[in-house]
């Protein structure tokens, strides 16, 4: 089988050798450009000749490289997700999840990343059966998309357990967790039910509740903590967090003698103001679970009474096998970093060029070795057209993204053109990296 394999592989290679690529270049040279393609414009480009298609399905020449997936609002509305390479500013369309006919308004849901395949997990809805009317309820569902095959839209899976929106979430890899994570429900294993999804990897969500943003001070909260195992497309629960906790950030530890899976900030809670209104109470804490251990360990306050009322956007930088570099919040105009062994953080470095007004949106991400900042805003766009009365101008969204290098130190500032006609507010839009 593995001889068949090798010699069809090479076949292959010295396939593409004999083709020319590029006519008139030399064929490293034409492989070298293919190569730094970007994944958003591939699928346009295998359609040219026979020899790029040959070229770019290729697994050999095939390099990971890391995008953002954007949800702007509920996956099953307009405007749709789409696919975003900072690298070339590039944007590719992803078909709607399929929608339903009496659930709507998805909000606070998770989207997480398995390999090449993006789930969108949870939230907070609507249900136009319920009663009484305009209350939200928490969603379980789970859907995917695997951007590794080209054409293949939203695929169903199984509902979590526990429905729950405002969560935290994290995936970690098959072959370091497959040994650690202790079910507590009882599996009926049958021929044939291992690996019936494809891929492997693991989801771990925990905590969350029924909020939704159209709501902001209501909804329930949990303490359940879940397992997904994508190879089966089991749910499985494990040790639950030691308190209720909702509107939280997770995210893998990796590099120590053991993973964990830290849970930080969030919101329990109630307390009254004026003693009518009710103001949630912020956590200051968090909590790690210990994926071979198998137990929950607390981490005391982060940060004095008058620093911050709540956790700020967090973003964790990997290194490249797979180590855990540094977190980081974005905390107002100021990125911090978590310093472990003094559990506090620490000013690491202030926006430069353009600062988040308190009362606009932003998000926060990490990608390689680098913080990405970004923040939208409309603003009007020349279009050129072969028709004159077509080409003029519109608005559209843009994206400022600043971009700081953890290891440099240094910033850089860039701007894109969005496919959508408002900016998006990040506090409904959820975003996730995936590399293709």
């Known amino acids: 089988m593995s001889s068949s394999s090798s010699s069809s592989s090479s076949t292959s290679t010295e396939m593409l050798e004999v083709l020319t690529l590029i006519p008139g270049l030399p064929y490293d040279i034409s492989a070298t450009i293919l190569s730094l393609l970007p994944p958003s414009h591939r699928s346009r480009v295998k359609s040219v000749s026979r020899a790029f298609n040959l070229f770019l399905s290729d697994s050999k020449f095939s390099h990971s490289h890391p995008i953002l997936c954007i949800f ?23 078909p709607p999840v399929p929608c339903s006919t009496h659930l709507y308004g998805l909000s606070n849901f998770k989207a997480v990343a398995v390999g090449k395949v993006v789930f969108v997990i949870g939230g907070s809805q609507f249900d136009a059966r319920a009663y009484p009317l305009g209350r939200p309820i928490a969603a379980g569902g789970i859907v995917k998309i695997d951007l590794g095959m080209e054409g293949k839209g939203w695929e169903k899976l199984p509902d979590m357990n526990v429905p729950r929106g405002s969560f935290a979430c994290a995936s970690v890899e098959r072959s370091l967790s497959e040994s650690r994570i202790r079910r507590t429900t009882d599996e009926k294993k049958t021929s044939g039910s291992s690996n019936r999804l494809g891929g492997s990897g693991m989801i771990i969500v925990a ?31 494990i040790e639950s967090l030691p308190r209720c906790r909702a509107g939280c950030f997770g995210w893998i530890m990796n590099g120590k003698e053991e993973e964990e899976f830290w849970v930080m900030g969030g919101y329990g809670g109630y307390r ?95 990608i390689n070795k680098e913080l990405y900042v970004l923040k939208s805003r409309k603003t009007l766009v020349e279009i050129t057209h072969l028709n004159p009365r077509r080409a003029g101008s519109k608005k559209n969204a ?8 953890t290891e440099m130190h240094k910033w850089r500032y860039m701007t894109a053109i969005t496919p959508f006609e408002r900016p998006l507010n990040f506090n409904i839009a959820v975003l996730c990296t995936v590399r293709i």
């Open 72 to 94: 702007p609002t509920d996956p099953s509305l307009s405007p749709p997700p789409y696919l975003f390479d900072l690298s070339s500013l590039a944007w590719k369309l992803l």
């Open 207 to 237: 905590g969350g509740g029924s909020r939704h943003t159209m709501y902001p001070c209501e909804g329930n909260r949990s303490r359940v903590v879940e397992a997904f195992d994508v190879s089966t497309g089991e749910w499985s629960e």
């Open 272 to 366: 009254a103001v004026s003693g009518v209104f009710p103001a949630d109470v912020y956590y200051k804490d968090g909590s790690v679970y210990g994926l071979k251990s198998r137990t929950w360990r607390e981490i005391e306050n982060m940060w004095e009474d008058g620093e911050r009322r709540k956790l700020g956007l967090v973003a964790v930088v990997y290194e490249d096998n797979g180590d855990t570099s540094g977190v980081f919040m974005l905390d107002k105009n100021d990125i911090l970093r978590y310093d472990f062994t003094l559990n506090r953080w620490i000013k690491e470095a202030t926006l430069p060029r353009r600062f988040i007004p308190s009362d606009e949106t932003c998000s926060f991400v990490a």
């Open 398 to 405: 843009t994206l400022e993204i600043q971009v700081y290098h």
